[in-house]
């Protein structure tokens, strides 16, 4: 009656409703099983490249009704090429993030946690995808108007492309000298 696991799934199992896995998301929500769903980074494992998402589901949660999402998308470090790893203080932001959760003194933090009730997760068509919930972080405005903005990053990537205009026949020339035409 007081069980509780964890998961790691795949992240299309989050959204698929393919071969009855958006009945079986419903039921398990509706029951008010799914305490925190945590996306997580690509690049975890040495066997897959694929990001996943853990999920823990509790048949006695703290906060009935509610379940806590995470995107840790953006945590950890690459390691070498192939292999992130997520960093003690990385693991414990998690942790803290779902303690405070359980205690029910989480506040949300755009782009990072977000607490949703059943209600809010039945708008949303019963899928799981915590960027759903969380949003995106806030960006510190850096108090240029858009327009100008625009006029400059406009003009600086006309720059960009007339030196690269440059350069590409620059290359030709220096190919074709030596009898590699393009």
């Known amino acids: 009656p ?47 490249q694929i990001p996943v998402s853990l999920w823990f589901l509790s048949k006695n949660k703290r906060q009935k009704g509610k379940t806590l999402f995470i995107d840790a998308r953006k945590m950890g470090t690459m390691v070498t090429r192939k292999l992130r790893e997520l960093s003690d203080e990385d693991i414990g932001k998690i942790a803290d993030t779902y303690n405070a959760f359980a205690a029910g003194t989480l506040e949300d933090v755009k782009g990072f946690c977000a607490v949703a009730t059943t209600e809010e997760i039945k708008g949303q068509d019963y899928i799981l995808t915590p960027g759903r919930y969380v949003g995106i972080e806030e960006q510190e405005d850096d108090g240029e108007p858009f327009e100008e903005k625009m006029a400059r990053l406009t003009g600086e990537l006309s720059e960009l492309f007339q030196k690269s205009r440059e350069l590409e026949k620059e290359i030709r020339e220096k190919l074709g000298a030596i009898g590699y035409e393009l």
């Open 2 to 48: 007081n069980g509780r696991m964890g998961m790691v799934l795949a992240n299309g199992s989050l959204s698929s409703q393919s071969g009855g896995e958006g009945d079986i998301r419903k039921n398990i929500i509706e029951a008010d099983l799914v305490d925190c769903i945590i996306a997580m980074p690509a690049q975890l494992f040495y066997t897959t």
